[in-house]
């Protein structure tokens, strides 16, 4: 894979603030909540500094555990780094994780592990194919780090991103425009205008970089992996759930967990390409986690077991409706359209109506047809 790679390109600060404002336009609809305070039992927690290495706004960097520093993003604040991420540092090397939206974020996260070590970095690992998990992979590239991704991430990055890179988007972009136009309410609108601005921004990001695919694909079938830093052990190890191509890192001596986008903290699942029904498994296994476990999730604050239990809340809130509407022989798009934000979730982020709620009710029907559920 590493001939695909293409550190050419680079990006300029001109093209950066172009696309961040694209971006930024775009996300103007975007069900988005500023990023909550840490709760009281991470504040408490003493794995967790109480004052951060960096903070920019748009994201800042803290140590959870020895070694060990997550980045936690605001996207109310900017949009360089989008998703979460970290990295660890062991007595002999490092370990960054996420390749973020773009290269400035990749670039804001390097340069916080070099405010703190100098080792060499073992790698950056992409939790997944999404493109604020990926699209900044071009920085470590151009930095000779290795880049490890499930093995399926590389060929999705082509597909869904490549691919479409100068491409005319107005096909693509011209039946979500209808569904604005056609919208028979308010709701079916806002819905649609979600969705509309939810492609628009991808679409921008995947036009202003160049795509870096991981030159180190990693085979699901040899997972769990360890790597030993010196002293500290990441293990990576893959789970079904919210796209085929999830991995994590877990640091077991300190009870930290990565989860990529496995685990949304304060958000509804991004949905599109996911298991349903494995993800709520997977999730069911986090739970069984010891109960002091710190869980770095993909979006959303720093959190504990607590956050798992959200998320399976959301889970759960969403499974119900959609068998109510199942049994009562309600048309699919009908049991997405009623879906309502219960007052406990009403300050949950929603990236799109399209890539949530319409894409977890669509599937817990087949689920259901199919008797998995
Ligand atoms: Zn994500």
Known sequence: MSASRDFKGGFSRRNFL????????????????????????????????????IDKGFAAVRQVGTGI???????TKGFTTVCNGGFIIGREASLLIEGYSGPSGAAFQYDALRSVSQLPVRAALDSHYHFDHSMGNTYYGAHEIPIFAHAKTPPLMIEKYANLQGQDKA??????EKRVQDARDETERQ????????????FAVIDKYMVGLPDHPLDPSKLPMTLDLGG?????????????????????????????DLLFNGWYP?????????????????????????????????????????LRAVFDDLAQHASKMYKAGVPVEEAQKRYVVPEKFKNYVIFAWGFTVVPTITKLYEEFKAGTA
């Open 69 to 75: 520093y997550a980045t936690i993003s605001d996207v």
């Open 18 to 53: 172009i696309s961040s404002s694209c971006f930024g336009a775009a996300m103007a609809t975007v069900r988005l909540f500023p990023l909550p305070a840490l709760a009281e039992n991470v504040l408490q927690d003493k794995r967790v500094a109480a004052q951060p290495l």
């Open 191 to 202: 819905h649609a205008i979600s969705d509309l601005n939810a492609y628009k921004k991808i």
């Open 270 to 310: 991004v949905a599109f390409d996911a298991n349903i029904s494995g993800w709520r498994a997977t999730l069911q296994k986090f739970a069984s986690f010891s109960k002091d476990t710190l869980f770095v999730p993909g979006h959303g604050q720093l959190c504990g077991q607590e956050g798992v239990a959200n």
């Open 171 to 176: 096909p693509i972009l011209a039946p979500l």
């Open 232 to 260: 500290t052990s990441a293990v990576i190890e893959t789970y079904p759930g919210h796209t085929p191509t999830d991995i994590m890192v877990r640091v077991p001596e300190q009870n930290i967990v990565f989860t990529g």
